[in-house]
């Protein structure tokens, strides 16, 4: 019997998990009827689900693209990873800096058992990966593959990429950010995107609420602006700050995509 109720989980099939439906969104083959199912409703109630799915992926590689680059980043700490698919953390970050060492963190074994297959680091660098939850930091802080991989005297970026929202409040994500980026030195970085019905019409907003009032056993806690600023408290925003996941600096070349159809917020923040 479990003891730690946000220790890693037995795979459940019959439950939807996160990850597995946003593989089925990015129209991977990584799920569950489960997982398809819950996924098909929400895409229901906002058909611009696939969408946003994609914007956040995309702000995931620019972030990392831009920590990497830009601010001389080395370690990456991402929490919630998801099913590998093209361009994750590692690879974004080691095609820059093959050196670079990254810890992901997941909840689902399935992820886990795809993560160590296929997400291999350069010979330059390191990969490590922790089967445990976000709601339990005090686990992934003292976890001894973290100690093996990253140099917690060194700056290190903390991805939380579309994974807050799965926490209620009255779980505290502000806390466990904060009790995160506590054990992070000066000069390390929060990536940070979170869901919002902040630009969407009130049937949709009604919509959507009536299916996570239906789910018990997958929550979900869409925020204001205001409750997402708050998750970054104590923190330096980098430009452009806190803004639409798809308006977090676009490529060039890149089709804008309005906030209604990736109706998520994104920022990286720094600490000093």
Known sequence: MRTDPYGPPKLDMSVPHPARRYNYWLGGKDNYAADRKSGDAIAEAYPSVASAAIANREFLKRATGFLAAECGVRQFLDIGTGLPTADNTHEVAQSIAPESRIVYVDNDPLVMVHARALLTSSPEGKT????????????????????????LSQPVAVMLVAILHFLSDDEQPQEIVRELMDAMPVGSYLAMSHATYDPLDAPTRARLRRIVRRNKDDPFRDR?????????????????GLVPVADWRPDPDSVPVAFADAAVYAALARKT
Request: proline residues 7%; hydrophobic residues 45%.
């Open 128 to 151: 490590a990966y922790i089967e445990n939850d976000l709601r339990n930091p005090k686990a992934i802080l003292t976890s001894p593959e973290l100690f093996a991989t990253l140099d």
């Open 224 to 240: 204001r602006r205001r409750h997402v600023a708050a998750l970054l408290a104590g923190l330096d925003l980098v430009e452009p």
